[in-house]
């Protein structure tokens, strides 16, 4: 019996990919309305404090430049760094998220630039975990938000480790939540998130999630991770976005459209420790988690 070749992983790393990334209001509102943001400050472009909610740059990785549906997955996720052929993928999870506000959106809209690599490919459990570094910048260049992706790609096999990790472990602490909120979802939560342009069947198309295992479709997790975020917001940063800094997230169970969201936090100064529970189910579906607030939040 012939051996199995092992993929080397490590020529993959570090090969910038630049692509142009853009959005207007319209998209802004869209993708709050899509978190379930009722805040005037998120969803209505007259409001004398209208801004950007922080984590919206995580969907233009999807759409790119284009103001209309996409295919999934859609051009722009083509121009992103090459993943190496790791053999015996059966399936892509959305595994952690870290994403990094270092200026605020225009909230008028803007054209950006999106710089991306691959910066590790890890064993994890049954399969391997990929993560990916991306930079958006202004037509300055100026770097504006970092994002950290980990994608868990089940059933990968025979390749070599290499590069470097951003996973981190995040306990919560051994005493009650200094705060919990919850945070229902509806039945076409995912109808309308989808619009910011994560396009992917698995959470609209019944029968392609039952071909992946799902009774039927369930919510994208960056939406369970928007709706999070959002409970930080108005608990720790009297619903401004400039109060927030980052988030670094894992995502632990998948959510149904209509499952009601109970999302705990533990306040260390600037540091919240965050553990989001699906109320529906009793499952946590977001742990290893927490947000950075900029010095001047609410504690």
């Known amino acids: 019996m012939a051996e199995e070749e092992i993929v080397e992983t490590e020529p993959f790393l570090n090969k ?22 009722d805040e005037l400050n998120f969803t209505y472009e007259h409001d004398e404090d209208f801004e950007a909610f922080p984590l919206y740059p995580i969907v233009l990785g999807f759409k790119g430049t284009d103001q209309d549906v996409v295919s999934f997955p859609s051009e722009a996720m083509s121009e992103g760094p090459p993943m190496p052929p790791l053999p015996g993928i059966k399936v892509g999870l959305d595994g952690e998220r870290y994403i990094e506000k270092l200026a605020p959106l225009d909230p008028e809209g803007a054209e950006l630039t999106c710089k991306a690599r691959i910066i590790g490919v890890h064993k994890r459990g049954s399969g391997a975990s990929v993560e990916r570094e991306d930079l958006i910048q202004d037509a300055n260049g100026k770097t504006i938000y970092r994002i950290v992706s980990g994608s868990f790609l089940v059933g990968a096999k025979n390749f070599k480790d290499s590069g470097e990790t951003n996973s981190e472990k995040v306990d919560v602490p051994k005493r009650a939540p200094d705060a919990s909120l919850e945070m229902p979802t509806t039945e076409t939560q995912a109808h309308v998130y989808r619009l910011s342009g994560d396009y992917n069947p698995l959470h609209i198309d019944p029968s392609f999630a039952q071909m992946s295992g799902f009774k039927k479709p369930i919510l994208h997790g960056l939406c369970s991770l928007g709706i999070t975020t959002r409970a930080v917001i108005q608990q720790y940063c009297d619903g401004k976005a400039e109060k927030f800094r980052s988030i670094k997230a894992r995502f632990a169970k998948p959510v149904l459209p209509g499952d009601t969201l109970v999302v705990e936090m533990w306040k260390e100064g600037n540091k919240v420790i965050v553990q989001t529970k699906n109320k529906t189910t009793g499952d946590v579906c977001i742990n290893n988690a927490y947000v950075m607030l900029n010095p001047d939040a609410k504690l």
């Open 16 to 37: 910038w990919t630049e692509q142009k990334v853009a959005y207007n209001q319209r998209d802004l509102l869209l993708y709050a309305v899509g978190i379930g943001c």
